[in-house]
């Protein structure tokens, strides 16, 4: 009893420790390479984390951590084609061919995976709203998001969202804090049952079949987020934003498989594929972190959705070419977005937004592809050629993990 009370003092300590320091440390405060790590870091382990263990567990098993490593490959292969188009593309953007057509497209395709994707944040925050209080239901989940789309879109309209894209920061520390207090609790499991002789993998069903496999192409979401670099030219330069992107990917990637490698122990037969079970799958580690992961999903979810909101429109503005008025973009998001919301469920957001994304992915790569072959690097342009096939994949035949 008093060891599994200070386990749950020191993973709160870790936690509060490194979000304190992550949001108010001056040196990071000042640092622009630390502003552009964090915002691509931020947009992959935010959803992904919470949602990436029970989907994997219900549908791979004890391969699990080799699927990660799979979405995490694919994932690394589409951030280079983006990095590619910032370093060779961007000079070139407002030229007139091909490329340049295809990549207007993408900013077109870009701006419905924001529309999704807030739908997305916003149904994970609900029912994570909704398990900390024991209550369940897609109407109350719909209600839940009904109202925060209607007060974001609102605050929009009437001030704009500068005032909350503040709390991004808080929000985003406090995620990456739980990330390691959970990380440390895990592992400090994981070795428990090891010295105890009782560490084995979980005598679960691991095959995979088609369905499986396209379940799999569904949740290329949960390390989506990358390509944000792509659009913070106005604060950082090209060089700055290919490394941190780079890092923030290589990041991720890390705390990914030692993540999804800690938790397989804890995986069995008949798991909730809610999701949202990521409380349940780590209540016999620690009974604080269910507590930690819920506080911390509400505030990254809400700080997620204000940013694709923000982000959404200003390529929406964009593309009509500033002849609408922001007010009336926010307006048109938010009636979109409660429509999405009442026409699906969590599960299938899910695998709707990795489409989405999928699909911006492939036209970013077939630019990266044609670029290439205009600037003669042959073998380049067979390989964004060859990523853009595999995300047309995922678009087309990703299914919802309920599906």
């Known amino acids: 009893m008093q060891s599994s009370v200070v386990l749950n003092t020191v993973i709160i300590v870790i936690a509060l ?60 292969a589409v951030g280079h084609a983006i990095r590619f188009n910032i370093r060779h593309f961007e000079p070139i953007e407002h030229q007139q061919g091909t490329a340049q057509k295809v990549a207007f497209l993408s900013r077109i395709v870009l701006a419905a995976a924001y529309f999704i994707s807030v739908t997305y944040y916003l149904q994970l925050l609900a029912a994570f709203v909704l398990n900390a209080v024991g209550v369940s239901g897609d109407v109350y989940a719909n209600i839940i998001t009904t109202a925060l789309l209607v007060a974001i ?21 406090l995620n990456l804090g739980m990330i390691v207090g959970l990380l440390f609790a895990l592992c400090a499991y994981n070795i428990h049952l090891l010295l105890g002789g009782e560490w ?42 290919i490394q941190t992107m780079r890092r923030a990917q290589i990041i991720s990637a890390v705390i990914y498989v030692m993540f999804i490698s800690l938790s397989t122990v804890l995986f069995h037969s008949g798991l909730d594929a809610d999701v949202t079970a990521i409380t349940n799958i780590m209540l016999p580690v620690a009974v604080v972190l269910p507590i930690l992961i819920s506080i911390a999903a509400v505030g990254s ?20 070419q500033h ?47 044609i670029v290439a072959h205009q600037q003669k690097q042959t073998w380049q342009s067979r390989f964004f050629a060859l990523i853009s096939i595999m995300c047309f994949s995922v678009f087309v035949f990703g299914i919802p993990s309920g599906g």
Not at 308 to 314: E, F, I, P, R, V
Request: hydrophobic share 50%.
């Open 301 to 320: 979810q809400f700080s997620a959705a204000v940013a694709d909101t923000s982000g959404a429109g200003g390529l929406v503005q964009d593309i009509v």
């Open 200 to 241: 084995r993998l979980p005598d679960m069903s691991s095959e995979i079949n088609l369905h499986d496999f396209r379940v799999l192409l569904g949740l290329l979401i949960v390390v989506q987020g990358f390509e944000t670099s792509r659009y913070l030219q106005d604060e950082h330069s090209a060089d700055e934003r």
């Open 153 to 173: 879109g609102g605050i929009g309209m009437w001030r704009g969202l500068d005032e909350l894209e503040k709390i991004e920061t808080y929000a985003v520390s």
């Open 323 to 369: 002849k609408l008025s922001i007010r009336y973009v926010y307006l048109i998001i938010m009636v979109v977005t409660i429509m999405l919301t009442w026409a699906t469920n969590v599960n299938e957001i899910i695998a709707y937004a990795s489409r989405a994304f999928a699909l911006f992915y492939f036209l970013q790569s077939l630019v990266a592809s």
């Open 17 to 76: 420790a490194v979000a304190a320091y992550l949001a108010f440390s001056k040196r990071l405060e000042q640092s622009s390479s630390w502003k552009a790590t964090v915002t691509p870091l931020a947009s992959i382990m935010g959803s992904g984390f919470l949602i990436s263990a029970p989907l994997l567990a219900n549908t791979v098993g004890n391969y699990a951590v080799l699927c990660m490593v799979a979405l995490l490959l694919i994932a690394c």
